[in-house]
């Protein structure tokens, strides 16, 4: 099994910015897709962003989209660029593999990473 590890988090004013890595154990396949969730505090976790290793397809939540930005820095790196955030943001966010090009709910993704801390204060 894959092993996916997050880094980046941290704290952030309202506006500012932070962009996290997604590092996996090995190369990431054109049939893989790599996805991103968050867990804000007292909820569960939600689907932020995802792309697909074959063509680059990407696809955002309406509450990310246009200040989030999900990227392939390398055969086995992930980014995810974070813009004008607010604490609304502030969450646990995960790394996350699977195979379901554009899925957006937990069941298409096996593989998880442990998460990193994102705090967005206001």
């Known amino acids: 099994q894959v092993q996916l590890v997050e880094s980046g988090g941290g704290l952030v004013q309202t506006g500012g910015s932070l962009r996290l890595s997604c590092t996996a154990s090995r190369r990431i396949f054109s049939s893989n897709v790599i996805g991103w969730f968050r867990r804000p505090p007292g909820k569960g976790r939600e689907f932020v962003a995802t792309?697909?290793?074959?063509?680059?397809?990407t696809r955002y939540a309406d509450s990310v989209k246009g200040r989030f930005t999900i990227s392939r820095d390398s055969t086995n790196t992930v980014l995810l660029e974070m813009n004008k955030l607010n604490p609304e943001d502030t969450a646990v966010y995960y790394c996350t593999a699977g195979s379901t090009r554009g899925a957006t709910e937990e069941m298409w993704y096996p593989s998880w990473g442990k998460g990193t801390q994102v705090t967005v204060s206001s």
């Open positions: 792309i697909a290793w074959r063509d680059g397809y």
